[in-house]
């Protein structure tokens, strides 16, 4: 039995993994505006790192919003297409090992999936993500890519930014501590730093992915939110999904290699038989 490939052909970035049987072999990604040459670069790329020949895989796999442009084999390899949120679904559980979760996928906007098993249905979502970061940043800092938001963000205090429950309240609130988020960029102060700017923006979208994902988890009781996607390499998310899971009792967590989650799935639904369509 060959090689199983899935791809995730995004807008501006490629991401492939393979897979042996069950093991997951080195995923990588591309950029490219272009998705036909991208997923082509991304293949030629994935072979030669891995020393593969095209006769050593046996299944090509393809999803995401470039994956529209494809309309032949690959390479002429069986090539199918895969539905997104059946991916980002299969994905999130295969990476996490868990049965059955909330899948939050953060690219340039944010979707949700409730996916149990080999089944995941589409929740919505929320135009807040990757974007909204670099969009906001290029305008107020000037900054225009995540690296740059990351590091500029270092050190940064909400405190010059954020209106916080204990800034209105002298009341002690069981349900919510005084350090908790009344208003994100309701008490900019005189002080402000680029630094807290950045970092009142990383808090700003990172609060709203999270409280969405709460939200979804009341409706079937789910306690486990998983994260993947480009967004789960911003090292400031951490601890405000932290924050997050003491406060609302919800069990957010990022596996490994969860930027590739999307790919995982894609070629996950070929193992399970579910939810693609032969090109």
Known sequence: MGKVIGIDIGGSTTKIVGFDKKEIINPLLVRANDPI?????AFGKFLNINSLKIDDVERIMITGVGSSFINSKLFGIPT???DEFMAIGLGGLFLSKLKKAIIVSMGTGTALVKAEHNTAVHLGGTGVG???LLGLS??????RNFDELIETAKGGDLSHVDLT???ISKEILETLPSETTASNFGKISDLVTNADLAMGIIN????TIGMVAVFNTRIDNIKDV???GNLTNVPQSEHIFTQLSKLYDVNFQTPRNAEYATAVGAARCYAENVAYKEI
């Open 204 to 207: 700003l979208v990172f609060q």
């Open 130 to 132: 990757g974007g909204t």
């Open 226 to 228: 998983i994260l993947t």
């Open 37 to 41: 040459a991208s997923v082509y670069g």
């Open 165 to 167: 429950i204990n800034d």
């Open 138 to 143: 290029n305008r107020m800092l000037n900054v």
């Open 80 to 82: 199918a297409r895969v």
